[in-house]
Structures are given as structure tokens and as C-alpha cells.
């Protein structure tokens, strides 16, 4: 089985839609695996949360999408992150709003855990240091997790004595030969923030225990064009270019 490590959509439909297209010039895949926040910031967040009906999928929810429905504060988002909620709550059909509030917090599958945040704090954490990595190894039970959230692709290991130690994630990571627990974070879809443009994403083939991580280049003007069309914060829009 082949699955689509999608994190972190944020209604960019047309990042989206060239991960997608990518994975099918790469062999396709059976099944997404989705980190949540699937809406917030960008321009699409019906599209996207429709598209991605379309397949198979294991999907948790992310702090983006519970604020999406009105299940956390947006007084603990930033100005423009808040200002964007309110439009993307507005633009959420019944349907929408119902399988956003249908997602799972955390969910396992064979080797792996599944969160936006951090095994700990499932939705807020943000797993960008050592330090912060290091003591969630004990909060799940599978060999591996993914996580979502910080929009930076990483890859924290943790050793027999229990340390910890972070690198960029590689293009590829061989399970078999893996002699550590990791914790993963594929990057962002649709609002890269490790200085990279391009859609971040990976690909864990299960019959190979390979883990492939890929970028992929993506009209980011169509986004951006509509973010200004539908008047959402124009620094949300820019920060696309420089993938920030
Ligand atoms: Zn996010």
C-alpha cells in the first residue's frame, strides 16, 4: 500500500491539486494520510475539504479546522490568522463543517501515529526543538509518528538511551534499516514555512518500508490571486512566495 502524507492543506487548492498530481507521475497511491488543517489561511477551504472526500482516507483535525467550526477560540490566533478563520467559517457548507467536526484528534494505523500537533498536545504543540521532541516519545505507543503543525519538514530520532537528536527530513528513509524511534513531519501543503515554496509532502510505501519525501512546484499566483480577489490578509498571501 502506497500512502499520500499530506499535512497541513490549508485551503490551497492548487497546491493541492499538483501534490496529487505529482503522486501519479510517482506510481499513485491507495490511501491519504491526512495532519489536519485542511482549512485556514488560504482561498479554497470547501474545494479542498471536497477533494479530498474524493479518496480513501485517515485524516486527524487540526486547530485550524476546530476554529473553522467554532471548537476553539480564534482569541488564540494571530490577527490575520483569525481574520482569515472568520471568512473560511462563512464559506463551509453544513456537509463541511460536519466532517471537519467528525475527525479524530489522534489515530493510529500499523506502525504509526497520527497528529497535527504533538502526541502530547494533540493540537497546539509545536514540535520544532529537541527539547519540545524529546519528551513526547513517551506520549504514543507505535514505532512511529507523524505530526503536522509547524509546517517544517523534520525528522526527530530518538535513541536506545533515550536522547534525541533532529535532521532535515532526507528524500529517503529506509524503515528497515531505521534503528530509532522517529517522530515526522512531512512539511506543509499549502503554507511551506521552511523557506521553501514549493508543496511539501511525503509518500510511505508499505510493501518497501521506504518513506520518500518530495517538493513540488505549484501556481502560486492562482492562490494568491484569489486570496486578494476574496479579500483575505494580504501577508498571508505574499508569505507564499517566500515560503514563510
Ligand atoms: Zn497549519
Known amino acids: 500500500m502506497r ?11 492548487a497546491a493541492f491539486q499538483a501534490v496529487l498530481e505529482d503522486i501519479e507521475t510517482r506510481g499513485g497511491f491507495d ?4 495532519l489536519g488543517d485542511i482549512v485556514g489561511y488560504g482561498p479554497e477551504p470547501h474545494a479542498c475539504i471536497e477533494l479530498l472526500q474524493q479518496y480513501k482516507s485517515a485524516c486527524v483535525v487540526g486547530n485550524h479546522d476546530w476554529a473553522a467550526i467554532g471548537r476553539i477560540d480564534i482569541l488564540d490566533f494571530n490577527p490575520d490568522a483569525a481574520r482569515a478563520c472568520r471568512w473560511t467559517a462563512k464559506q463551509l457548507t453544513t456537509e463541511d ?4 467536526q467528525s475527525l479524530a484528534v489522534k489515530l493510529t494505523r500499523g506502525d504509526f501515529t497520527l497528529v497535527h500537533g504533538s502526541p502530547r498536545q494533540p493540537i497546539w504543540e509545536y514540535l520544532l526543538s529537541v527539547d519540545g521532541a524529546k ?6 505507543d507505535t514505532r512511529f509518528c507523524l505530526v503536522g503543525h509547524s509546517h517544517v519538514p523534520l525528522i526527530f530520532r530518538q535513541t536506545k538511551d ?3 537528536f533532529v535532521t532535515e527530513i532526507p528524500d529517503t528513509i529506509s524503515l528497515e534499516y531505521e534503528k530509532h ?21 511525503a509518500i510511505y510505501d508499505s ?7 518530495y517538493r513540488v512546484d505549484y501556481d502560486i499566483a492562482v492562490t494568491q490571486k484569489k486570496m486578494v480577489e476574496y479579500g483575505l490578509p494580504l501577508p498571508l498571501a505574499l508569505r507564499l512566495n517566500y515560503g514563510h
Open 97 to 100: 463543517a460536519d466532517y471537519l
Open 3 to 13: 500512502h499520500a502524507i499530506l499535512g497541513d492543506i490549508h485551503a490551497n487548492l
Open 162 to 164: 533515550g536522547n534525541c
Open 181 to 201: 524511534r522517529l517522530i515526522i513531519n512531512p512539511g506543509g501543503v499549502g503554507q511551506p514555512r521552511d523557506g521553501d515554496p514549493r508543496a511539501s509532502y
Open 31 to 34: 490511501e491519504i494520510w491526512c
Open 135 to 140: 519528551d513526547n516519545f513517551s506520549d504514543f
Open 207 to 213: 510493501d518497501a518500508q521506504v518513506i520518500y519525501h
